[in-house]
């Protein structure tokens, strides 16, 4: 695994980037280290922002970003790589793998176990895209730091949704 981290104050977007590659796969922990890659950057967040990244959206981050790398390990091969890419009010979540076929979203089914990872990344990311690059396809989704859509995500109880 290689990382870098970048911070770009002057630049509006991002302020901050990082990237990751990945080539060990499940046995060599690649998801653990995303995960934690990801939580290490959002960490330094209040050095470019007014204040700290909340812990619901570190954690969403860390989700999302679980379910787009576990994607490229389990239906490509190769190494994948992560760029995150904080803005001012999200985290542009990228992977690039090499394979040219897109995720799919599959069909409610409460008895299905497991395959449920697009539909998570659906849920909490206000955006997924798909977009060829030269040696297969980048998968983006932009999640929003800001505090309303975290209360969206995790409504209080008896507050209809």
Do not use: W
């Not at 977007?13 to 080539?23: F, K, T």
């Not at 798909?130 to 297969?136: H, K, Q, T």
Request: some cysteine.
């Amino acid at each position: 695994m290689t990382d870098a981290i970048t911070a770009e104050r002057p630049v509006p977007e991002p302020l901050l980037s990082a990237g990751a590659v990945y080539d060990d796969g499940f046995r060599g922990g690649a998801i653990a280290a995303a995960r934690a890659f990801t939580a290490d950057l959002l960490a330094a967040a209040p050095t470019v922002l007014p204040g700290p990244v909340a812990d619901e959206r570190v954690e969403l981050a860390q989700l999302v970003v679980s379910e787009l790398v576990t994607n490229a390990i389990r239906h490509t091969s190769g190494p994948c790589r992560l760029l995150l890419e904080l803005g001012r009010d999200a985290l542009e979540i990228s992977v690039f793998d090499h394979g040219a076929a897109a995720p799919v979203p599959r069909g409610h089914d409460p008895r299905r176990i497991g395959q449920h990872g697009v539909e998570i990344v659906l849920a909490v990311c206000e955006s997924l895209t798909v977009e060829p690059a030269p040696e297969g396809k980048r998968v983006r989704a932009r999640l929003s730091l800001l505090p309303d859509h975290a209360e969206a995500a995790h409504p209080p109880e008896g507050r209809p949704r």
